[in-house]
């Protein structure tokens, strides 16, 4: 005998109660808020379909666009000639030779500006004085765009890989250097009294507690940093280059090759999820002890 | 018997923008090795600043604290802070070894002591658990843990069982009385208890309120090995009263 007949699945009465919220119930708030609040359960419990969902609407409203208002396609290509310019430049080999430029740049930049940021950020977060003195000018580096500072660098640099390399590692500096500092002081003063009571040397105290307690908020800028790098790379690509993804996307834009500039964007986004998503990783992976990240929730 | 630890004239002064804050005022005793002393007194009298003199984690701005003749941040202390201040990215069996680890590394001794000590606060079964899941009361047990396996020289008690419930509280009261009657350890207690104070101390300090000094120095000549029963004996009761009637005659602050 079935009991629980598919009718009374609760996502059913979720949804059938997030309609009657919000539609038979209009005028009261709370509904509207309880609607919304149902649905987003539901929602957030099928998340995939729902990305995937969303992706195939995307894709159906381009190719509706580009079809009625029959655009030409250095304007903009459809759906399939996107793909199709995809494949042509995956196995000619083109877009891998770039994505593995950038690739380089952007790993080379970001491990560059972290190491660079983390030390500097320890040194400040540990010297009031030295904060002082050097913080004016690490904000003032900030209200300059990067853009602009690109061409100098190129410049100096050549328009090899060197000057690109130097603009990810300055792009990634500010937030990893924020991050560093908050978190180093955000350790808690009652715990560093522990380890001073078990007569913790200056390393164990870094090991032990300084970098563990640092390590969310840390985390937290690399997301920021690591995206922020591809971005990084492609502005000096653009600014002088003859290789990257940056580069690519010009040598589309210079010969009306609309549908390469798309391929090459899209690359440049799953480059930039796969560095994000590796990070959110890298967060699951070691602060499990954390409510807010633990996979299983743990309430 | 020689003194181990030596308070003499001990003044501290915290800084606050107008003239400084003063939360011990000439405070001056010794404790003997092995003794168990209780410390008592209002709240905000300076209670845990003196714990914290007694470990080094303060240096007094006037007078002196001595541990066998030196400055006391060379004593191994066990610290039990007011709160459990337990490490939260560390499991409750880690937070426990971390004073090994910080002492040079965990050996196969080390593990089979901190399980005897998980199994002596009560916790089995949750050697893997996080600091968050775990219950105000649990989180201070596994701090009394951690407090106990390095065998340090000296233990210092800030509220231990503040935050237990009656009856954990009296277990562990016996528990940590067993542990001291067992290795002997030089103990300094601070507690809101009169009788968890007279039942397992040799000396109760009292202090008065803010800026702290020494109001009574009463010793408790009840006979060991002491025992729960003994709460309900004449002298216990007298010892009490005592203590109590001098805490109810100190100034409110
Ligand atoms: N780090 C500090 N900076 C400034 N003032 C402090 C500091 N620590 C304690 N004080 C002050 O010193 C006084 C004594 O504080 P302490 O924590 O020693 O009290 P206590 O006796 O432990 O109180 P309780 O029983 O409530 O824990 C208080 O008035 C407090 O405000
Ligand atoms: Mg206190």
Known sequence: ????????????????????????????????????????????????????????????????VAWIWRLPAFILPTPFQVAARFWQALMDGSLIRHLLITLIEVLAGLTAGVGFATLTGYWL?????????????????????????????????????????????????????????VGVRAVPESLR?????????????????????????????LRVGA???VIGAVVGEFVGSDRGLGFLINVGRGQYDTALVFATILTLIALALSLYYSV??????????????SSQSRS | MEPILLCRHVTHTFPDGNGGLQALNDLSFDVCPQEF???????????????????????????????????????????????????????????????????????????????ALIELVGLSGFEQAWPADLSGGMAQRVAIARALIHDPDILLLDEPFGALDALTRDRMGSELLRIWQAQR??????????????????????????PGTLAVD?????????????????????LAREIKGAISSLPFS
């Open chain 1, 1 to 64: 005998m079935q009991i629980r007949s598919r009718r009374y699945s609760p996502d059913k009465r979720r949804i059938r109660n997030s309609v009657y919220c919000l539609f038979v119930c209009l005028p009261a708030p709370w509904n509207l808020i309880h609607g919304v609040f149902l649905l987003l359960v539901v929602l957030n419990k099928h998340r995939f379909w729902f990305v995937a969902l969303t992706a195939i609407i995307a894709l159906v409203v381009w190719q509706a």
């Open chain 1, 125 to 181: 977060a540990k010297s009031r004085p030295a904060e002082r003195l050097l913080s004016p000018y690490l904000v003032a580096s900030q209200a300059l765009p990067m853009v602009a500072i690109a061409p100098l660098l190129i410049i100096w640099f050549g328009s090899g890989l060197v000057s690109k390399i130097l603009i990810c590692t300055l792009t990634v500096f500010f937030p990893i250097l924020i991050n560093t500092i």
């Open chain 1, 193 to 221: 009294e522990l380890v001073r009571s078990l007569h913790a040397t200056p390393a164990q105290t870094l090991r032990y507690l300084e970098v563990p307690a640092a390590l969310p908020v840390f985390l937290g800028g």
């Open chain 1, 227 to 229: 995206t922020l790098s």
């Open chain 1, 280 to 293: 959110v990783l890298l967060e699951k992976l070691t602060l499990r002890w954390n409510r807010n990240y």
């Open chain 2, 37 to 115: 002393v209780c410390v008592l007194g209002p709240s905000g009298c300076g209670k845990t600043t003196l714990l914290r003199l007694l470990a080094g984690l303060l240096s007094p701005t006037g007078g002196q604290v001595l541990f066998q003749g030196q400055p006391a941040s060379a004593a191994r202390t066990g610290f039990v802070f007011q709160s459990a201040n337990l490490m939260p990215w560390r499991t409750v069996l880690q937070n426990i070894l971390l004073p090994l680890e910080l002492a040079g590394g965990v050996d196969d001794t080390g593990r089979r002591e901190a399980a």
């Open chain 2, 185 to 210: 350890k030089t103990v300094v207690m601070v507690t809101h208890s009169i009788s968890e104070a007279v039942l397992l101390a040799d000396r109760v300090l009292v202090l008065t309120p803010r």
């Open chain 2, 218 to 238: 009463q010793k408790i000549a009840l006979p060991r090995p002491r025992v729960e029963e003994m709460r309900y004996s004449a002298d216990f009761g007298r």
